[in-house]
């Protein structure tokens, strides 16, 4: 098809309107539609969307309540197998209401339940997920029937609830495509559907049934790469059949099968996959289509009664810190006035900053940043829904510890936006989409619906406070505190505001106690009540200028609330610290005297850098209140930095002005070591194994060249390597290689077993701490809970990230703070690559075949999963 074609089809489908109907804006909350005398809540009126809490679920992995629909005679079913059906199913759904509503959660959102394939013969994988369609207007018969639905969404619109679907506009199951290149002079040569795909050959729906290659249903030509924008609108993601957006016909049928959902089933809202593949102009279409026949889908639910009828797409993009790119693209599917497209974003940049900030430890100046651009850029903030991981990527809780996670969940249930839970979460899971339930993939043999666990309990207390305070679903929001400094981990603090009443949210994002000292815009002696708290434990009284100032435990939180009708009560502390030192703004490079004055009698003092308690810096005051102290410059990192520094009197909780200076430290002893690696040596250590066949696999594994300098606290690590792609926009700016990064640490026990990768440690070498990065994870890990299959616990540490794609370089930035080292000196460092799988969260798996997007060559079960590794370095 030419793109002249493809351009008629999409004014087509833009011109082709109808009769003009009833706008949705005059929508008055009935139903137009006759009430089903067996399902007769079908049809309710949308809610409040700002004070909802979203449980996500993917039936098949989550609970099996009909077991005799399991095994659908493809060879599809199999709970061993990630890649099959495990069972779960929608009466499963049913079953678990009472639990999924006692975690405070009052919708559910399912991966999508229409007919899909079993079986991909290709990737050899079943549509177990949803997202591979053969009729878009049929219930997966692994799931269940349309009655089960119709019970389902009922059921819920009993208990106050209310029901998502998934939906997928851009494309249906891997039918067809091309082996060999595509020639638009005779776009049927080499074009083939595959053999073995079960149940169906191609779909079974009209006009999707039309997909041979000069039907115009489909845009058959090409893969999405990302050299420019028009290729991700008109070509395939992930080899699916990509549809003709364009063509009016497709539209017409897409509208009809989803507003059909609405009508028979009673959706109150869509959450819309791989949106940013569709064009801009089909989502106006989809949703505000004044065609008569078939309306676009706000028509639809606006005639069952539901005048706010949700809408929330899938943009698949991060940004950079201190960057908006990833903000721009994404809410750019908003639409304009004029017009409109979907009514929210899920907010991607946002959740990948949570993991950096929470997870990883990196400056909490980067959420600052974030949130300040969620407020500016979501269109409506407080119906963006807000979460910390999903089914398509690394569960939060496989990097970062529970303390991290519980800081996570705290944020997005205090921030403007709809929480999005997904299924697991509330049970602390680690791998993307094991199952809940005994007998399904990834379960362990357990169910895992135990309502009493702690983070079960956790998250139902976060819900209550959330539903009893509007100050968290209506409020303003101001940052307070970060830290935007080389060691920027530590506080984060932000304020709601609602009518007359003021919520305050305060984190410790590091593992060591921190120094607290913030506005709160409140009178002195008001009294902030503590809702929740982690390490602590006592209500808050703001100061005699309208700060508060505390010392935070490691990963401490906070969520307190202030009442305007709360009677406040005098405070008397008069004493005042001063720094005289010009230090705000300038840089040094060698040790820094420190004067000042405190009020007269206060004699105990610390010299607070960078917030960090632990290693504060105790002097004194003489009688009349002058001090002076060493700021020790020399002892920081190499290179140019930015810290803080402060002088805190303990004895009377009173802080100076914190303030923010740059170094730039040239070491005395500077380690340089550079390691040749040899070419094409990424086959495994016995030179057997095979890369995955998959064309994007480009030896990206094989490590050329190492170069290691450390100076100070700063250790800069540097692979080259043969060729560093980013297939599809990876977070961290590379694909298709991963890295474990193991430091053994003088005088430390340590452990030769390398979990996850099935391999010892080179003799000599016991790791203390380990780095696994890869394009969408970057983890920091310690020894504590190690075992074959178990990391270690998160802890902060994580390398900075600089990918060089143009000189095919990866460097990771270490700081030996967190290594609690004052430098580097006899330090050992061992790395391995191999790849692992973003989605699911897990190593590729080696076989003894070569596949699409598994190693082959060997015995995954027994055999390291190691492409390439680096000799032992040692650091003198």
Known sequence: ?????QHYYLLSCLLVTGQVMASPSHCNNLSTVPVDSKYPSLHVASPDWREQIIYMVMPDRFYDGDPSNNDQGANEYGPTDKQKYSGGDLQGVIDKLAYIKGLGATAIWTTPVVANIWWDSKLNMSGYHGYWARHFKQVDEHLGTLDTYKALSNALHQNGMYIIQDVVANHTGNFCGYEGEYNPADPTKNFKCWLGTKPTLAPTQTPFDRNGPTEGIYHWHCSITTDAASKEELCEFAELDDLNTENPLVCQALRDSYGWWIKTVGIDGFRLDTAKYVPHDFWNNFFYSKDAKVPGINYVAAATGRCDFLSFGEVYESSKPFDDAGEQQVFSYLGTDDKPEI??????????????????????AYLGYRLNKHIELSGNPSITPVFIDNHDQARFASKGSRAALKQALTFIMTIPGIPVIWQGTEQALTETRASMFANGYGSGGVDHFDTQSEMYQFIKKLAEIRKSH?????????????????????????????????????????????????????PSGSKLKLLMGEGMNDDIVVNKDGRFSAELPARAIM?????????????????????TTPIEGNTFTEDVVLNGTVTAGVSDLKLVVDGFLERAIDFNADADGNWQVVLPVSEFGMGEETHTVSVYAPKKGVVSNRLTFSTNVVPDNVIEISLTDPVGDDRGLQGTYQYPTDKSFTNQMDIRQVEVTAGNTTLDITFTMPVVTDGWSPPNQFDHVSFNVYFDLPNQKGLSVLPKIKATAPDGFKWDYSNVVYSGGNSFHSTEHVDAENLGKPVNGAADIRVDQENRTILFRYDAFYFGLENWEGVKVYATTWDIDSIENVYRPLKREAGQYHFGGGNGSVEPLIADDIEVITLR
């Open 1 to 5: 098809m030419t793109f002249k074609k």
């Open 343 to 364: 009514k929210s974003m899920l907010q991607f940049p946002l959740a990948y900053t949570i993991k950096r900030v929470f997870a990883e430890g990196k400056p909490t």
């Open 470 to 522: 509007r100050v968290f679903t209506r409020g303003s929001l101001k940052v307070l505190a970060d830290k935007s400094i080389t060691r920027g981990v530590g506080v984060f603090a932000y304020q709601r505001q609602y009518e007359n009443t003021t919520a305050i949210v305060v984190f410790n994002t590091s593992e060591q106690a921190t120094l607290l000292d913030t506005e709160t815009g409140l």
């Open 559 to 579: 969520v307190l609330i202030h009442d305007g009708d709360t009677a406040p009560f005098e405070t008397s502390n008069n004493v005042k610290i001063t720094v």
